[in-house]
């Protein structure tokens, strides 16, 4: 556990609004519980173990009112690089939050001993922004001061301060440097960023630029930014300023999309710390929001680099992929609260999607082509998350293809899903990572689900559903699986299965499960598996083999079913 010593007169604070004003409305607070409780002022604290870091106001509550965004740096108090986290949502946590509302630790204990600080900035829902740097001590006091402190250390490595690869929905990824120096003011171009409608300026400026091949630089505005739908066409080059809020007029169509990328090559746009956002008045009156996306690559573009930023609340997809896009890379992005997807993509090739976040929305990613001549062509999902989505985690679906489609190829590696479809009830709906076939159609390729993990699904973990055996190939390698089936609406009860209804062609198979780790330590699953074919065929090369520990399955052994009869491996 951790522990904490208040430190009298110690603890210097930068305080202040960036229009110069003192006397911050908002202050850092620390607690040695995951809820928060008797949390302490951070500045002045000596630290010992895991401490839970938030921002708060006067009230000392873990949901402060009137924040649109907290930015947070450590031992940057001049705030010269990227921020190591940002927050868009209550509870403001320095190092993220869990699924279920409790706060992820800062190991305090893996930092050098001595000094240190960290500051926010926080952009409230009106008002300039406030930054506050809040000093402390790890490992011993501050000097001067008199205690005791207890509590076993963390192991491992010290901390420097410095960003590093981050591998939970809340920690840091490794951001590049800031804009640089001969980028291009935007407010070269007039002015901007100070309530009013900024479309025209943006467009000019990226539009200048591009034709110019320099970089246009945005840096933070006296207020937010507005802005109506603008496009990149080929070469534009854009830089986003930590801590630049860029916020959707009114008025988006029902089709309009913020930023679009169509029919161009070799854009970028870099926004470590940065923010897209659309208020949710803008399509919360719709019976099916889908189209309002933040970032839309089409129109066959390539070599588009997308990285950084956040987009909140956007009546479509956070990133739309499609019109057979190529070499498409989307990096460090996070999409919060899009009334659609996190990530869809319909088409694209030899494109690959790293380090994103994609947290409560319908579906974390969809990757599910409308038409037969839409590519899923050499497509990589790595390192990533979804989170808190209402449907589904990660979803690949290839029932637009025929024989003569592309053959696909899909590779979804190191994908950590986590509570996706709590409370839903449709049996079809909150799996982790989902399949959905060809139904008959002869279809060459492959889908690899590659040690990924699931962590308190809806329904199953994985359902590879109407995947027929002259279809491509769909492997899951060393799936983790922790808690499934919250609902109770899993097949069979079932952590995992392959199955389908009636009305099937031909035989189900070419699905593999091999080092499938599985533990159900609330009493949600029957079994580990479940095989099922509501048509009546057979199954055809299948497999569940060499199964790491499998724990917690109420009627196990058998481990699973293959069409209603127990068994505990299969391999067909």
């Given at each position: 556990?951790?522990?904490?010593?208040?430190?009298?007169?110690?603890?210097?604070?930068?305080?202040?609004?960036?229009?110069?004003?003192?006397?911050?409305?908002?202050?850092l607070l620390v607690s040695t519980s995951d809820t928060r409780s008797s949390p302490i002022l951070l500045s002045g604290a000596a630290l010992k173990g895991p401490a839970y870091i938030f921002t708060s106001d006067a009230t000392h509550s873990p949901n402060p009112a009137g924040i649109r965004q907290v930015d947070y740096w450590l031992d940057d108090p001049a705030m010269t690089t990227p921020p190591r986290h940002v927050e868009h949502f209550t509870p403001y946590d320095f190092t993220g939050t869990k699924a279920d509302s409790t706060a992820k630790p800062w190991l305090s204990s893996k930092m050098t001993k001595g000094s240190h600080s960290i500051t926010e900035r926080v952009i409230p829902?009106?008002?300039?922004?406030?930054?506050?740097?809040?000093?402390?001590?790890?490992?011993?006091?501050?000097?001067?001061?008199?205690?005791?402190?207890?509590?076993a250390p963390e192991t491992g490595a010290p901390e420097t301060g410095a960003p590093k690869p981050g591998k939970d929905a809340g920690s840091d990824s490794v951001a590049p440097a800031a804009c640089p120096a001969s980028a291009v003011s935007l407010l070269t171009f007039g002015s901007a960023g100070k309530g009013g409608d900024d479309t025209a300026v943006f467009q000019k400026a990226i539009n200048s630029t591009a034709g110019a091949g320099q970089t246009l630089r945005i840096p933070v505005g006296s207020a937010l930014y507005n802005i109506s739908p603008i496009t990149f066409p080929s070469n534009a080059n854009v830089c986003l300023d930590s801590g630049v809020v860029i916020e959707a007029n009114p008025g988006y169509g029902q089709y309009?999309?913020?930023?679009?990328?169509?029919?161009?090559?070799?854009?970028?746009?870099?926004?470590?710390?940065?923010?897209?956002?659309?208020?949710?008045?803008?399509?919360?009156?719709?019976?099916?929001?889908?189209?309002?996306?933040?970032?839309?690559?089409t129109g066959g573009s390539s070599h588009v680099t997308a990285a950084g930023f956040s987009c909140v609340t956007f009546g479509g997809d956070g990133v739309y992929l499609g019109g057979n896009s190529s070499n498409v890379t989307v990096t460090d992005v996070t999409a919060d609260g899009c009334a659609r997807d996190g990530l869809t993509v319909i088409s694209a090739k030899d494109s690959t999607i790293k380090g994103c976040h994609f947290i409560n929305?319908?579906?974390?990613?969809?990757?599910?082509?409308?038409?037969?001549?839409?590519?899923?062509?050499?497509?990589?999902?790595?390192?990533?998350?979804?989170?808190?989505?209402?449907?589904?985690?990660?979803?690949?679906?290839?029932?637009?293809?025929?024989?003569?489609?592309?053959?696909?190829?899909?590779?979804?590696?190191?994908?950590?899903?986590?509570?996706?479809?709590?409370?839903m009830t449709q049996f079809d709906g909150a799996t982790s990572f989902s399949a959905n076939g060809t139904n008959g159609v002869a279809l060459g390729g492959s889908v690899l689900f590659d040690t990924c993990t699931s962590i308190n699904s809806g329904s199953r973990a994985a359902w590879v559903a109407w995947w027929t055996a002259n279809g491509p190939s769909v492997t899951f390698k060393d799936l983790t699986v922790v808690n499934p089936n919250q609902n109770r609406t899993a097949v069979d009860g079932a952590a995992i299965a392959v199955g389908r209804g009636g009305g099937g062609v031909g035989d189900q198979g070419n699905a593999f499960f091999t080092g499938t780790s599985i533990s159900d330590t609330g009493g949600t699953i029957d079994y580990y598996f479940t095989f099922y074919d509501g048509s009546g065929f057979p199954f055809t090369n299948i497999q569940f083999l060499a199964p790491g520990s499998l724990s917690g399955a109420s009627k196990a052994p058998p481990n699973g079913l293959l069409n209603g009869s127990g068994v505990n491996t299969v391999n067909m």
């Open positions: 556990t951790g522990s904490f010593a208040a430190c009298g007169g110690h603890g210097v604070e930068q305080t202040g609004v960036e229009s110069g004003m003192l006397t911050p409305s908002f202050t829902t009106s008002g300039p922004a406030e930054v506050y740097t809040a000093t402390f001590a790890i490992g011993s006091l501050l000097a001067g001061d008199a205690g005791v402190e207890t509590g309009d999309i913020m930023l679009g990328v169509s029919g161009a090559d070799n854009v970028q746009i870099i926004g470590y710390g940065a923010t897209f956002h659309m208020a949710t008045s803008e399509w919360s009156s719709d019976s099916d929001p889908e189209y309002r996306h933040c970032l839309a690559i929305g319908h579906t974390g990613v969809d990757m599910e082509p409308n038409v037969a001549t839409d590519a899923l062509d050499n497509v990589t999902l790595e390192d990533s998350f979804t989170t808190n989505n209402n449907w589904g985690g990660v979803n690949v679906s290839t029932y637009a293809y025929t024989s003569a489609s592309t053959p696909i190829k899909v590779t979804v590696a190191r994908h950590t899903d986590e509570n996706t479809g709590k409370g």
